[in-house]
């Protein structure tokens, strides 16, 4: 416990201090100001709430087919339910603020005994699910005390992590706190029990529902499919500075073979800039392509939100991260049967791995090796509809884990 209360305060301390030098830190300071005053004006007192909180944006994106499945059954049996939506996170609460299916949407604040307890007082959940990896010892212990229940979903255990180590006991015994875990995989629940914590339920992993929604989702982009029309398009995404060396190297040397998309992770005018500068072939910003007349040579993305639909039109994704702390969501593309590469650094990610041995993804270490990779399949008709045909599969027998999760639950 005293472990825990100083690092929650070492950290409020480092991020008000960061806050003079980073935009992040100071959104994360100036986003918590009047929380509780605007909670008490925003929450209804005659309503009962489902709260749901994620960390950032990626943990959203993991949670939102049940935010969005609860609130249509809500609407379905008029029910007088609504849905609060806690961020830890700016990424995640500047982005999703204006949240449609949420009721409200706001900061989470930072985790001390008072906090949880005023923050409870004013919505008094009748359940609160967290995504992932979000555990919070106060609001878990102040909602454990008044009997509400709450849930871990989509989460994922792996030996390394600090539960399990000689001085993560404090962690573990916390888990204790929710009434279920849902984990992704046999693994994680094994483990789990290993260390005495048996709330568990393994039901898979929500983001393949949210991927498969998302790409029977209309969306038609008269510049995209004009532009990748006639040529196998690859399309680049959430890259960082070290896929980009790669990225770049790639397109110089292949002028013209291939239609190129990229977007990068972080959407500003500096890497779109860098990306354009070393670039030798010409290039577009999307936002900026009013017809589908003349198009440039590259298009990058330079808006937020889009990635998981565009990559229908890849014949070959590659999902940055892989050259620093790690992928990211691998699914997206995968989803449309299109082969997925990435970098070195996915052994945290479950759904990586199953692609990799499925023979659906491909990791490399090297310039050398992604080219491989790309020439080596780009072209074989009999492969890629293997590849096609494998990740129907995949996503067909790991689909309905939201459905799963909310029967086990019995909310309302």
Same mark, same amino acid.
């Given at each position: ?36 005053? #605007? ?17 950032? #944006? ?18 379905? @049996? ?13 990424? /995640? ?82 888990? @204790? ?46 510049? #995209? ?98 050259? /620093? ?64 045909? #494998? ?22």
């Amino acid at each position: 416990m005293l472990f825990y209360k100083i690092i929650t305060r070492t950290y409020f301390l480092a991020i008000n201090l960061a806050a003079v030098f980073s935009e992040k830190a100071a959104k994360m300071i100036k986003g918590r100001r009047n929380l509780f005053t #605007l909670l008490r004006q925003n929450i209804d007192e005659n309503s009962r709430y489902i709260w749901f909180h994620c960390a950032s #944006l990626g943990e959203f994106e993991q949670g939102r087919s049940l935010i969005e499945e609860i609130k249509k059954q809500i609407e379905a @049996k008029s029910l007088n339910y609504k849905v609060l939506v806690t961020f830890f996170s700016p990424s /995640g609460y500047e982005i999703r603020k204006n949240y449609k299916h949420a009721d409200y949407v706001t900061y989470i604040p930072f985790d001390t005994p008072s906090n949880a307890k005023m923050f409870i007082d004013i919505v008094n959940p009748v359940a609160v699910i967290f995504v992932k990896y979000e555990i919070w010892h106060y609001f878990l212990h102040e909602l454990k005390k008044r009997d509400i229940p709450s849930y871990l979903v989509s989460a994922i255990f792996r030996e390394n992590q600090i539960f399990f180590k000689f001085y993560g006991k404090f962690y573990l015994q916390t888990l @204790k706190s929710f009434k279920t875990i849902f984990v992704q995989n046999e693994f994680s629940e094994k483990l789990l029990k290993k260390h005495g914590i048996n709330n568990t339920l393994v039901a898979g992993d929500t983001r393949i529902d949210r991927v498969i929604d998302v790409s029977r989702e209309t969306y038609n982009n008269q510049i #995209l499919e004009k532009y990748c029309t006639g040529k196998k398009c690859l399309v680049f995404g959430s890259t960082w500075r070290a896929d980009e060396k790669f990225i770049i190297e790639f397109i110089n040397k292949h002028k013209n073979v291939f239609s190129y998309i990229i977007a990068p992770h972080e959407v500003n005018e500096e890497n779109i800039l860098f990306l354009e500068k070393n670039i030798k072939l010409t290039t577009g910003r999307l936002s900026k392509l009013n017809t589908a007349e003349n198009l440039p040579e590259v298009i990058i993305i330079d808006s937020i939100g889009i990635l998981s639909k565009v990559y229908r039109y890849a014949s070959l994704a590659y999902v940055g991260g892989g050259f /620093g702390k790690g992928i990211h969501n691998v699914l997206e593309p995968a989803v449309y049967g299109i082969p997925v590469a990435f970098g070195p650094n996915h052994k945290k990610f479950f759904e990586a791995i199953q692609l990799l041995e499925l023979g659906v993804a491909f990791s490399f270490n090297s310039y050398l090796e992604l080219e491989n990779i790309i020439n080596s399949i780009i072209y074989d008709s009999k492969k890629l509809i293997n590849i096609s045909n #494998l990740s129907k599969t995949y996503f067909s027998q790991n689909a309905q884990s939201t459905l799963k999760i909310l029967n086990k639950m019995s909310l309302m």
